[in-house]
């Protein structure tokens, strides 16, 4: 019985040396730096998608156009303030729709997406809007009246360019 347990033993312990021999590196991979932090976009584009993300991974993302260019757009067109007020990620129709901003500016609803293509889709999803580019108008979120939308996409355009 006791050779049993030695043997036992002397197999548990070549059994745990075979597993530490593989050292695992003590610092960062050759060629990378320590001060690089995954981005929340890292870990969606390497699932090949950026739809479906939670508001607060959507939330870190640097959307393709400033809100502030666009309100300001809209602005210098006396289309309201020029002010942007953030509406958050987790509203209703960003939340659908995987928008990265989502604010009003005067009497229009404005949601930015990442790509022109989920823009494209979004705006399938949505009733009452006007896209372009990775911008979507959204004008039955805010009531926008008729006869302003077309300043609002010209002022859009503006922004864009």
Do not use: K
Not at 69 to 75: D, E, L, Y
């Amino acid at each position: 019985m006791r050779r049993g347990l030695i043997a036992v033993a002397a197999v548990a312990a070549l059994a745990a040396a075979a597993c530490g021999s593989e050292e695992a590196p003590d610092g960062p991979e050759e060629g990378s730096s320590e001060s690089e932090v995954p981005q929340a976009t890292d870990q969606w584009e390497s699932a090949g998608e950026l739809d479906n993300m939670p508001p607060e991974a959507t939330a870190e993302l640097e959307p393709p156009v400033a809100p502030e260019a666009i309100a300001g757009a809209f602005g210098d067109a006396g289309l309201g303030d020029g002010e942007a007020a953030d509406l958050g990620t987790d509203a209703e129709s960003c939340d659908l729709t995987d928008c990265v901003r989502a604010f009003e500016s005067g009497e229009t609803t404005v949601m930015i997406y990442m790509s022109e293509e989920m823009a494209a889709d979004a705006s399938e999803a949505l009733e009452d809007n006007f896209v372009s580019g990775p911008v979507m108008l959204h004008y039955a979120a805010s009531e926008t009246p008729e006869d302003a939308r077309g300043d609002y996409e010209a002022a859009l355009a503006d922004a864009l360019e």
